[in-house]
């Protein structure tokens, strides 16, 4: 499980160090890959491959589905941290997440999150009144 906030920065030939609490599940591989609000997803390998199980028996008829998946897959690409944990983020990534040289990694459950450090600071300052407000939605009785 993947958690807590980290704020690496990103060198001149696009590479970012990974926390150390979260290298030891990302050593075997990972997938880099769009997410959703112009984030970063990192996936452990393991956890990539659920999720393309998942999609590969859903029904190809679905309109939502195919365009989903073209852009998700066609954007991922696979990684795994060198010997200094550091990972390298292609060029058209970094672009759809607009990162510059400072990041923020979030660890969120079963993925990482790599955010431009202003866009994630926005992100979270819009986030802050409705947070409490969601939990009830998102979570009734479980917390």
């Not at 659920?50 to 998700?72: C, G, M, N, Q």
């Amino acid at each position: 499980m993947f958690l807590g906030s980290h704020t690496p920065r990103l060198d001149d030939k696009g590479r970012l160090t990974l926390p150390a609490k979260f290298r030891d599940e990302l050593e075997g591989g990972l997938v880099i890959t769009k997410g959703q609000e112009r984030c970063l997803y990192v996936f452990p390998m393991a956890e990539f491959t659920r999720i393309s199980e998942s999609l590969r028996t859903a029904p190809v008829t679905a309109k939502a589905l195919r365009d989903y998946s073209r852009v998700f897959f066609s954007s991922a690409a696979d990684d795994a941290p060198d010997r200094q944990g550091r990972i390298t983020i292609p060029a058209p990534l970094r672009t759809y997440a607009g990162l510059t040289r400072d990041c923020v990694v979030n660890g969120a459950n079963t993925r990482v999150e790599i955010w431009d450090a202003q866009r994630w600071q926005a992100y979270l300052e819009s986030q802050e009144e409705s947070f409490a407000e969601l939990s009830e939605e998102v979570l009734p009785g479980v917390i």
